[in-house]
DNA sequence: GCTTTTCCGACCGCATTGGTAGGATTACCC
DNA sequence: GGGTAATCCTACCAATGCGGTCGGAAAAGC
């Protein structure tokens, strides 16, 4: 059960804008380098963030990407949902906030029985939800830049993860 | 972002030897035919629940699964975990709170940076599994007993499911 | 016109998932 | 003891999706 890579990349992005002081575009090539991500890859990632709103690029040279919006107006929810496509617990789970119908499983039809695992699948995906919508890309970029003051050593071993426990 | 079907089927099956009435076991065959999944996938499924205690066997004619504990006993974190293997939001997160130390990502030792998704993935983490420690197979059994009394019509379309809304 | 950048579509190797096949082992029952 | 119903176990397989590359087109600055 995981998210893919895409997430992964595209907060990283997404936080690397923010961090860019002025309103001036950054070109990816440079977030690449500054990540270690490839390049062409990072492309496609940032032409799902433009399509969903959360981001805006200006072509051709010197220009670059730069957030559409206030960090803290971003949050991760729709930053995830732009990236992953869907966010689901579950290959059966239609989604539906949107459009108005219950959630449904896509063997519910066959016959009235609401399958056992739907109420399970509920509490997941509203976890999981109330974690992406809590979260602002504004409180992201914060922790990185604050967030881990402790060097290197503390952060790797010892026991519970000392910078991290306040923001949870 | 997913859970395979192994999560699914071994939650329909667990629910499935919950509803049945006696402590006799219950084959897989029974149960494959009764929620219409294959069988030979089953017994893989079944091995799983078997090797984390959750489920015990009996071999030989009349044999087959009951549960090894009561229902209330079992929470489906343990359940899940022991179906996928490990339950996690990103591939380069460890869980660990068995090995006491923190949550660490697979590049955080490329030199004391943290990455900044790791507050993040910490939280839908958290959701998660208050989500799969909070939800006991009792109360799926419950649910799938009671709860859907709404019968076919009102399931599929229409507002809100009427029968969840109590059990969230 | 050259360079830097976003844009766009096709392609590809690889791992995982979901499932099958075939058999070995255990135990009940006549 | 032999048939039969069940768990067990290992190997195999097709399809899918993921992560990534490649090549080029279009736009904008110098």
Redesign the interface.
């Known amino acids: ?5 895409k ?2 990349y595209g ?2 992005l997404l ?1 690397e804008l923010g961090r860019q002081p002025s309103d001036q575009p950054v070109s990816l090539k440079a977030i690449s380098e500054a990540e270690g991500l490839p390049l062409a890859y990072l492309e496609r990632i940032a032409a799902l963030l433009k399509k969903a709103g959360v981001v805006a690029a200006t072509r051709g040279a010197h220009g670059g990407y730069r957030l559409a919006r206030d960090p803290a107006a971003i949050t ?1 929810d729709e930053v ?1 949902l732009a990236l ?1 496509g ?8 239609i989604d539906d906030s949107t459009s ?5 499983c896509s063997h ?2 066959d ?10 699948w ?3 995906h ?3 939800l ?3 919508a ?2 602002t890309l504004a ?3 914060a ?2 830049d604050h ?2 003051t402790v ?2 050593a503390a ?7 000392p ?2 426990q306040s ?2």
Not at 86 to 93: I, K, S, T, W
Not at 155 to 161: C, K, L, M, Q
């Open positions: 059960m995981i998210f893919t890579t997430a992964e907060v990283r936080v991760m995830v992953e869907v966010v689901a617990p579950m290959a059966c789970f108005e119908r219950g959630v449904l519910t039809d016959g009235g029985e609401t399958c056992a695992t739907k109420l399970l509920m509490r997941v509203g976890g999981v109330r974690a992406l809590g979260t409180e992201l970029i922790f990185a967030g881990p060097p290197t952060t790797i071993s010892g026991a519970p993860p910078a991290l923001h949870l």
